[in-house]
């Protein structure tokens, strides 16, 4: 029998990656990040962004296509904080 380890490691990659996913809806649909940690949220994307070019250095195709992904989704996070919330600008 053969053991596919590329399929482990895609299996596995999507599952860490989908767990972003309701994070993003839900700031998304509340217009809110205010639970959202800054501080880890700017490491962990750090950290994914070390992992998804260190797969692209060894060819560990699951290993960047996932966190390739996951840094996306991350900052979209970080991106709808930041978006969100800003104070809004007084009427002139």
């Not at 060894?58 to 979209?76: C, D, E, F, M, R």
């Amino acid at each position: 029998m053969h053991f596919d380890i590329d399929l482990l490691g895609f299996v596995a990659a999507f599952c860490t990656t989908a767990a972003f996913i309701p994070q993003v809806i839900k700031v998304w649909r509340e217009r809110s990040a205010a639970g959202v940690s800054l501080g880890m949220y700017c490491i962990f994307c750090f950290g994914v962004l070390l992992w998804l070019i260190y797969g692209l250095i060894i060819h560990a195709w699951p290993l960047a296509i996932n966190n390739g992904i996951t840094l996306l989704l991350a900052s979209s996070v970080l991106v709808m904080k930041w978006r969100f919330e800003r104070p809004m600008p007084a009427n002139v």
